[in-house]
């Protein structure tokens, strides 16, 4: 059973502790009142329900639909009134599965939008997908992973469609604020499962990035040339050049030293191999750790789909604030900067590089 007061309040106490990410997300794509929206909605829906106004799920439903302004606001209405009307004298998760369904197509209906425009959708389709053959926190877990793979869309629909490449990076709000509720919902009804709150991946995605590319070409093909590091200057905008600490090459554990150059500095790391799967994944950690490289590597189609992938860890965020002090945001954006325009460069030369045989260094 599914106990709606909880589901209600641990929602509003969970938008009111992501305000200020949820609106700082929204100013990366939209005007920045996603925070205040979700977080008004959900206050007004508690009164409403505090004051006698129906079952927690119609209160919710009834204060975005009358209340909440903006893109998503009649939207997010819809979606929570149907299930409202799903949970009518039932708290059984089949009846929240199916209204979660009545909802996506209200809401499909309405805003026209499909997995992969870059809205709420892209997160509420897997949710309600995963309900088919599993429970919330299944459906929770979906749609987190839906939201997090909306910071690599463009926008198709909304305001965000308007920045283009820009909103990249980030993930979309209202996807976030639709993984928050089925969190909400998971916590409740499965409070046991391991379920990661999609606000703090959002948060975690301010300091990582990924893009990826298809290349034609075998996984292993692929693989025996991104592991190779000694070939890093062939494609990467800021490394020069790499050698191997170590006489035996790509394997976990190996040390490798790699050069850098910028205008304005030259300088050199220290890294350690911490995945290497011939055909699959190959990823290294500088300096101890402070940063994570990867690629991920998989068939697709008649070629191979090829990730990158970078993490600046907190460890790495703390030595940046003990080593320039006032200055460490400053610098910290920098380097968030540079991942995410050097990325899609150095995954298109590696694409020439592996299919062209390109063994010229790249410009840096």
Not at 130 to 137: D, E, N
Not at 161 to 174: L, T
Not at 249 to 277: I, L
Not at 283 to 309: C, K, Q
């Amino acid at each position: 059973m599914i106990d709606q007061e909880a589901v209600l309040r641990r929602y509003a106490q969970a938008a009111e502790d992501a305000h200020a990410e949820l609106t700082e997300l929204d100013q990366h794509s939209g005007d920045g009142d996603f925070g205040d929206n979700l977080r008004g909605g959900l206050r007004e829906a508690v009164a409403r329900f505090e004051a006698g106004a129906g079952t927690p799920f119609g209160a919710l439903g009834a204060a975005f639909l009358d209340e909440v302004g903006g893109t998503s606001g009649p939207l997010l209405g819809l979606l929570f009134t149907e299930i409202a009307h799903a949970l009518d004298g039932s708290g059984e998760a089949t009846a929240f599965a199916a209204g979660a369904r009545a909802g996506l197509d209200a809401v499909q209906r309405v805003g026209e939008a499909q997995v992969g425009d870059r809205t709420l959708v892209d997160a509420l389709v897997p949710a309600v997908e995963a309900f088919t053959s599993g429970g919330f926190a299944d459906a929770a877990s979906a749609a987190t992973a839906g939201a997090d793979r909306t910071a690599e869309l463009r926008a198709r629909m909304g305001r965000a469609s308007y920045v283009g490449e820009r909103a990249k990076g980030e993930p979309d709000p209202g996807a976030v604020g639709i993984a928050l509720f089925f969190w909400a919902a998971a916590t409740v009804a499965e409070p046991s499962a391991d379920v990661r709150s999609p606000v703090r991946t959002a948060l975690d995605d301010r300091f990582s990035f990924s893009d990826s590319i298809v290349v034609e070409a075998t996984p292993q093909a692929v693989y025996d040339v991104v592991s190779d590091v000694t070939r890093t200057g062939q494609w990467s905008p800021t490394c020069v050049g790499c050698e191997w600490d170590d006489s035996d090459g790509p394997r976990v554990g190996a040390h490798f030293t790699g050069h850098n150059r910028k205008p304005d500095r030259e300088w050199s790391t220290t890294s350690e191999v911490v995945a290497a799967d011939p055909g699959r994944a190959f990823a290294w950690e500088v300096n101890g750790g402070l940063v994570r490289w990867g690629y991920e590597i998989a068939p697709d189609g008649t070629g191979t789909r090829l990730r990158e992938t970078w993490e600046f860890r907190e460890a790495g965020r703390e030595f940046f604030h003990q080593r320039y002090g006032a200055r460490a945001d400053d610098e910290i954006a920098i380097r968030v900067a540079d991942a995410r325009s050097g990325i899609p460069a150095t995954l298109a030369a590696i694409k020439r590089v592996v299919e062209v045989g390109d063994r010229s260094p790249s410009t840096s």
